[in-house]
Every structure is written in C-alpha cells, then in structure tokens.
C-alpha cells in the first residue's frame, strides 16, 4: 500500500462519457414507470413526468458543469462543498455518500440484478424458516434472502474487479454499455413496429382515477424518475483521473445526459404504446413484476421475456459497476483531509482505493437486507437531491468568492438556471418528508448520524 500515492490522469473524454452513462442507465429505465403509472393514472402526465425529470436533471447537470470545471479533483462533490461551504458541510456529504446515498445505490441495483437472475434460473430458497424474522417490526433481513444472497454476491465480486483499477473497472463499463444500448434500441424499433403498439396512447391525458392530478402527486412520481437519472454527477469522484479535466468532465456531463434523456423517452413512449395505465398498475401491485418484462412479451412472448430478462442483468451488472468504481474515490479524499477511515486514503498497487472499496461493498451488502428497491430508492432521491441543490448554490457563491478564476464552463442561463434548480430541489425535499415520511426520517438519521462521527475525528485531529 502506498500511503502518499496519487492518482494518475488517464481517462479521456470517451471514458467520461461512458462513467456518466454507465451511471445511469441501470434499473430504472425498465422498472420506475409502473409506480408514476400508480401514481398519476395518465399516460400523458407520466410522459410529462419522465420529461421534466429530463430537463429538471439536466438544468442540474448544467449548473454541476460549472463547479466542476472550476474545481474538478478526485473527491467530486467533497471538493466542491470544502471550497464552497466547509469542511464540517464537506463531511457531512461524504458521510451521506457512503451510508446512504452511493451504497445504497449500489444495494437497490444488485438487488434487481439478482431478481432478474431469479426470474430467469430460479434461486433456491434459503433460510426459509427465518423469513418472518424482523428488526423492529420494519426491516425483514431474511425475506426473498436468495435474491439478496446473490445480491451480495455480485457486490463482493464487481469490488473485486475494481480492487484491479480503474481501467479495469472502466472496461467493463464500456462493455456493458455497448450491449445495453444494442437491446434498448431492439426494444424500441421492434416495439415501435409491433401490431400491438398504439403510439397515440402514450400521450393519452385521460385518467384512469377520479381524483385529479395533483402537483404532489406530481413530484412524487417524479421520485421514480429521477432514480431513473440518477448518477450523471458520480463521474466527478474520479476528477484526478481524467485528462483535462476541467474541460472534459463538463462536457461529459453534458453529453451522457442528453444521450440518456433521447434513450428515455424513446423507450418509454415504447412502454407506453404496448401497456395500458391500468395494466400498468397492476405491474406495480403485483410487486414482482418488471414493466420492461411484460412490454417486450406483448410483440415477443416468452422468449421476448427471456430477452429483455438478461438485458437487465447486463444493464445493472454495468450500472453497479460503474457505481462500485466510482463512489470510494470520495472516501479516498476524505480520509487525506482526515475526516474518514486514515486506510480510506491509501492506493493499492493497481492505484485503486482497494480498503475504501472493501468497506463500501460491505455496508452496501448490509443495505441489501434492509428494505424493498423502492424504498431504498425514495431514500436515495431524497437525500441526494439537498446536496445537488447545494452544489448549484455554490455556483452564485464561487462567482461572488472567486469572480476571476477561468471557468472553462460558465452555466447557461445564468442565474435562472441555477435558481430553478435550487427551488425544485427545496419543494421536493419538503414534499418527501410528507408524502414518503418512512424513507425520509431514515435519510435524515443516516445523514445526521455523521455529526457525532465528525465530532470525533475532529477531536482526534487536534489531539495528535
């Protein structure tokens, strides 16, 4: 282990783009129009909510761009909230990063993984006996424990692959995006085609519920959505690996979200043209079943089912990965600001953060037993997005702090851009803790669970 290494700048524009995308594209994309289905009873207002999601990610993109050209270095985020705010904001968003947001992603997407490995070679039970064990009557760790068995599993093993470097873990990314696209595209042009899809649906505004749409049922359904896009900002954790940073990172932020936000619509006019609201829902009441599944087996039966089954696993096989590659270099920074775990800060002799990789695949693969996909998902939206709305923020602040510094990127729009952004974020916070209060007041717990932890190594430090 060397204590003193640092990173070396390897990556391309090529390989940002693909760590952008990679990020990305994962489960939602098959699985979160089923509950904004259940939620808005309109295919019309879902289209609407997978638009705005779209631009509302991208007008978030737009503003990261800015920070992130500005002051691109390993550690994304980290970096940015150190110089925009303090150390102790700085903290507490890489503690949130490691026991929610970025583990729990991690957790949500091999959970899927595994449930498509399921679907397909049917997981022998294990532990039956002790699937009505609970926790406080809220967490059942050994419910569907098979599927969270080999959840485990791929978490442990795609940590392995990362240990190797990031050109490793890269490489698989690239792959894997490459056959993903493949089969969405078949989906779409074959969808699209089929006898059985009626496009005009898909923009039908008529609902299948008497109670009207309302702007909170709005932004709730959006949660599912921006799972969906979820990722775009992980690509500055690896910022003292990329070529010319501060100009490839922007643009490749830019560039995977626009790609993502084409593919979206596309695939879910798609979806929408081949199922109907109210099949829609019962998809999402059923519990086990993936949207992406029954669409395909409209125009393609059971093999068409069999398709798009292993297009899932290939799908959050990638986006795991990339997630596993991406998320330990902030922990890496942290620890060399000594606000974490002092190995945290030490590079193995692939030049990866082999022991910030190995704790976060252990606390990811306790977040496996925790809760449902969708929980954990609303957990994630939820505490992600505060901290999205605060690096945006620092876009008005680092104008005022550092008016003459180069910005290889200034944010279009400015400053309503950035405002919106801002403003969306605060109503959605607000309107999780009401709609979602469950998933909410975990995020919060797990959030605020890091002031004791900053506490003591602040305590620490000046005793040394």
């Known amino acids: 282990m060397n204590k003193n290494a640092n990173f070396e700048r390897t990556l391309g524009l090529g390989y940002v783009i693909v760590v952008v995308v990679g990020n990305i594209i994962g489960s939602g994309v098959y699985k979160k129009i089923a509950p904004m289905a259940a939620e808005l009873h309109s295919s019309g207002w879902v289209l609407i909510a997978w638009i705005v999601g779209g631009l509302i990610t991208l007008l978030g993109a ?17 970096v940015y909230h150190k110089k925009i705010y303090n150390r102790f904001f700085a903290f507490i968003y890489g503690w949130s990063l490691f026991t929610v947001i970025q583990t729990a992603a991690i957790s949500s997407l091999a959970y899927v993984f595994a449930q498509s490995l399921n679907s397909l070679v049917s997981l022998p039970d294990l532990f039956p006996s002790l ?12 419910a569907d424990f098979s599927v969270k ?46 006898p059985h899809s009626i496009p005009t649906r898909s923009f039908d505004f008529s609902s299948t519920s008497d109670a009207p749409v309302t702007i909170s049922a709005f932004f709730t359904a959006m949660l599912a959505a921006f799972w969906a896009y979820q990722g775009w900002a992980t690509v500055g954790f690896i910022g003292g690996e990329v070529k010319d940073a501060k100009r490839n990172i922007p643009r490749g932020i830019m560039i995977g979200v626009f790609m993502v936000i084409a593919v979206y619509l596309l695939v879910n006019v798609t979806y929408l043209s081949l199922l109907s609201i109210p099949q829609l829902e019962q998809i ?18 059971d093999n068409g089912a069999l398709f798009i089954s292993m297009l899932i696993l290939i799908s959050t096989l990638g986006c795991t990965n990339a997630t596993i590659l991406a998320s330990p270099r902030v922990y890496f920074a942290m620890s060399r600001d000594q606000l974490f775990l002092k190995r945290a800060g030490t590079l193995n002799k692939s030049n990866a953060p ?26 994630i939206i939820f505490a992600v997005f505060f901290f999205y709305g605060a690096t945006s923020l620092g876009v008005f602040i680092l104008r005022r702090k550092m008016p003459d510094a180069p910005r290889p990127y200034k944010v279009w729009g400015y400053p309503i851009v950035p405002a919106i952004f801002i403003l969306f974020c605060i109503v959605l916070f607000v309107n999780t803790i009401v709609t979602r209060p469950r998933e909410a007041m975990i995020g919060l717990t797990l959030i605020f669970s890091g002031v004791p932890v900053y506490w003591f190594l602040n305590r620490k430090k000046k005793l040394q």
Request: cysteine-free.
């Open 354 to 379: 082999g022991n910030s990789l190995i704790w976060q695949g252990i606390w990811a693969s306790v977040l496996v037993l925790s809760g449902t996909f969708d929980q954990l998902t609303d957990m």
């Open 284 to 301: 999402y009441q059923s519990g086990n079943q993936i949207a992406a599944i029954e669409a395909v087996r409209v125009f393609w039966g």
């Open 62 to 78: 737009l503003s990261n761009a800015e920070v992130a050209g500005l002051l691109a270095d390993t550690g994304g985020d980290f």
């Open 131 to 142: 699937s009505s064990f609970t926790i406080g009557g809220i967490f059942f760790p050994f």
């Open 149 to 194: 068995f080999a959840a485990i599993i791929l978490i442990l093993l795609l940590t392995l692959v990362n240990i190797k470097g990031v050109k490793t873990g890269a490489g698989v990314s690239k792959l894997v995006l490459i056959l993903v696209f493949t089969g969405i595209f078949m989906i779409v042009i074959f969808g699209l085609g089929s």
